[in-house]
């Protein structure tokens, strides 16, 4: 068994995918794949409530889970950053790429997307962040680190 760098035996935990709920699962969906890449990879209805699901797929591995409840009604939800950490609960998903940032956010925008917090930089040292939201205000963090990222 592989060990992490203080010798102890390496998780094998990773993350799978990430579930949202949203209220029109089809823009949501079309949404993540024009903004984002994600492609559907197959729909399902849960056996109560009238839930309807869609997993989608990233070209990365990543999987976004959309679920639209029938007279589901918005949760609370920061508008910024700031916001959201004055609740508890979901906050927001980070994304990362290598370079680009700042082209990317802006195609983000042109699919959409809500500039929240332009490109800059991270409290992390030599990282760049910025946020969007998506059409439903779910917020979204872009994080470039860079080649070695």
Do not use: C, W
Not at 17 to 22: A, E, N, R
Not at 35 to 48: C, S, V
Not at 60 to 65: H, I, M, N, V, Y
Not at 88 to 108: M, R
Request: glycine fraction near 12%; hydrophobic fraction near 40%; charged fraction near 25%.
């Amino acid at each position: 068994m592989a060990t992490d760098r203080m010798g102890r035996p390496e998780a094998t935990v990773r993350v799978d995918h990430i579930g949202l709920s949203v209220g029109d699962i089809g823009a949501a969906a079309d949404f993540y794949a024009r903004a984002f890449d994600f492609e559907r990879e197959f729909e399902f209805e849960l056996p109560f409530d009238d839930v309807h699901g869609l997993m989608m797929l990233h070209p990365s591995g990543l999987r976004l889970e959309l679920f639209e409840r029938p007279g589901a009604t918005p949760g609370i939800q920061g508008l910024a950053p700031r916001e959201a950490l004055a609740t508890h609960g979901y906050g927001h998903f980070a994304l990362t790429l290598a370079e680009g940032l700042d082209e990317f956010y802006s195609q983000l925008l042109s699919a959409g997307a809500t500039g929240v917090k332009p490109p800059g930089p991270s409290p992390e040292p030599g990282i760049r962040i910025a946020f969007v939201a998506d059409p439903e205000g779910n917020l979204i963090e872009l994080v470039e680190r860079g080649e070695a990222g």
